[in-house]
């Protein structure tokens, strides 16, 4: 059974810091390409950042480049995705995902979500 599992999220001041994971089984993490998504409160899922399954490629959305990094342990089955300088605007559910392209299309398994709240 596949499972992807969030963690990490919660309440940080704007300038914070989060890091979220994903922890995931029943299916061979180290052939998949994986990425973050994130959906405001009244808004469409977006895209936020994807890897590579070799860990040497990385995309970002314009909104979270410089500011937000992705990475993966292949041998921990574990995906990241380090917050830096969070903006209120950051405050969405964010979900891991995986299988799909880099630039953020065709994602076949996702997690449940975690919720960010960054209070200005």
């Known amino acids: 059974q596949v499972k992807l599992v969030e963690s990490g999220g919660g309440l940080v001041q704007a300038g914070g810091s989060l890091r979220l994971s994903c922890a995931t089984s029943?299916?061979?993490?180290?052939?998949?390409?994986m990425g973050w998504f994130r959906q405001a409160p009244g808004k469409e899922r977006e895209f936020v950042a994807a890897v590579h399954y070799s860990g040497l490629n990385t995309n970002y959305a314009d909104s979270v480049k410089g500011r937000f990094t992705i990475s993966r342990d292949n041998a921990k089955n574990t995906l990241y995705l380090q917050m830096d300088t969070l903006k209120p605007e950051d405050t969405a559910d964010y979900r891991c995902a995986a299988g799909g392209s880099l630039a953020g299309a065709g994602y076949e398994y996702w997690g449940q979500g975690i919720q960010v709240t960054v209070s200005s």
């Open positions: 029943g299916f061979t993490f180290s052939v998949y390409n």
